[in-house]
């Protein structure tokens, strides 16, 4: 087990992982100074709650980047969406009780998606069923799963946000979660693999039909998927 506690098979080897428990404690408050990492004028006046998940999600992306070998730190742009160091990609993304990040460089990983979901109330999965689900995985549901109606929706909610994540910024175009469906299989170290499948055109990389995959874990009542596309897939920007 490697990468804060994550195994070796959740990440491709040229990611670099980091996560902080949350609420942060002295030891990140202090590298917090030390990097810099301050909060935005317009989230001065925000819940505690708010101001500990930014500034624990800066932290992680820092960490992450300095364990691969990289310079300087995560900006955010006007939308407040994370600007990451030229020659990077990375991810940040935070529950309840832990914030995460994940960096890779951009020759080798064009794109990068990570989530982190504690497993939801039955309230909360009757709410969002209809807007997560497509029939065919209602259907994988049925047919027989190792886990519960809860569980299974958390997992490919936390799938389908890693997807976003990962495709969104290189299409430049929102899509919703029924436009991606999964399909989920367990490999070694209680890792699963998902491959998706989009079901719309995406921009002009991503067509009908396209197929990615990814990785998810649990632990402790969270599941954690991570989705990468590897250069290679789609070519590296301005090829």
Known sequence: M????????????????????LPLGHDAQMRLRQAGIVLPEELASAVEKRKQ???????????ALRHSGAAGKVEFGADRTPVWPVGWVGSITHTEGVSAAVAAPVERVRGIGLDVE????????????DAVMTETERSDFERGQRWSREEFVTLVFS??????????????????????RIEVSEVEQGVFNFKYFLDKNIGSLFKRG????????FELGRFHTLVTIPCEAIGSPGS
């Open 2 to 21: 490697t990468h804060g506690g994550l195994p070796d098979k959740f990440l491709s080897s040229e990611c670099r992982y980091h996560r902080e428990v």
């Open 53 to 63: 998940e930014f500034l624990a999600g800066r932290l992680c992306a820092f960490e």
């Open 118 to 129: 504690a497993v939801m109330s039955t309230q909360t999965v009757n709410r969002i069923f």
């Open 159 to 180: 799938a389908k946000e890693s997807i976003y994540k990962c495709i969104r910024p290189i299409a430049g175009e929102f899509f919703g979660f029924k436009d991606a």
């Open 210 to 217: 396209w197929q990615g995959s990814g990785n998810a874990y």
